[in-house]
């Protein structure tokens, strides 16, 4: 058997894409073929963390706009993200994969508080970690707080499951030229202003040098793709 590229990776997956074509709530068949691969790359001896949006059911500065004051808003997109935290943990346990949730917001009726020295520990073991909450400050996306723990548990790469396929010189829902990267580079994102992460995410790893992968969920065995080395989407580095 092939060994993986990446011994511990941080998986960034979007609340969107965690629903399916319905666009809001969960669809238990997408989490399910998530889950399913996420089993096979711990099988491979891969340590894997998770992040989670909260996207289908709340994101704050959009869907509270000027409606909500921004903090409030932004701390129900961290609760919508330990909805998702929760299904996912639940998936994956019906699958006998060893699983722990931890959250940046203490909720310890439910999930563990965030402790990197814990969260390295459950790694080490061959335990999913969830973490919800993002940073577990507002004004901060999950992006952001996918790169945090990334920095935190020193994880080999970054990948981030979307619902686009990797990533494009313009969007390609709008302007059909956009042209598709193979690579690209941290600053290249930043100087483009491309939408892979905001750019404090960007800059944040671009500064902890990890790598990003960026492609999409539709097909879930991209992560074991990913995982074991293949040139799926594209990726995120400090050279072309």
């Not at 629903?19 to 997408?30: K, N, P």
């Not at 080999?156 to 598709?180: E, Q």
């Not at 990890?210 to 793709?225: G, M, Q, S, T």
Request: contains cysteine; proline residues 3%.
């Amino acid at each position: 058997m092939n060994e993986p590229k990446y011994k511990r990776i941080l998986s960034k997956i979007s609340g969107e894409a965690l629903a399916g074509e319905a666009h809001r709530g969960l669809d238990f068949d997408v989490i399910g073929g998530v889950c399913d691969v996420i089993k096979k790359c711990v099988k491979s001896g891969v340590e894997i963390g998770i992040v989670v949006g909260g996207g289908n059911f709340w994101r704050g500065i959009k869907d509270g706009g000027d409606r909500m004051e921004r903090t409030r808003a932004d701390h129900m997109g961290m609760l919508a993200t330990v909805i998702n935290a929760l299904a996912i943990a639940d998936c994956l346990e019906q699958r006998e994969v060893p699983v722990r949730v931890q959250t940046a917001i203490e909720m310890n009726k439910i999930a563990e508080p965030y402790i990197r020295g814990k969260a390295i520990h459950h790694l080490e073991k061959g335990r999913v970690v969830i973490f919800g909450c993002g940073t577990g400050n507002p004004f901060f996306s999950t992006d952001t707080g996918a790169v945090l723990r990334a920095a935190e548990i020193e994880a080999d790469a970054i990948l981030l499951a979307k619902n686009i396929d990797g990533v494009y010189s313009a969007d390609p829902l709008v302007d059909p030229t956009a042209v598709k990267y193979d690579s690209i580079t941290y600053d290249e994102i930043l100087a483009q202003h491309l939408q892979v992460m905001d750019t404090t995410a960007t800059s944040l790893s671009m500064d902890n040098h990890i790598p990003i992968v960026l492609f999409a969920l539709k097909d879930p065995e991209n992560i074991y793709r990913v995982v074991m080395g293949e040139k799926i989407g594209t990726i995120v580095k400090e050279e072309a």
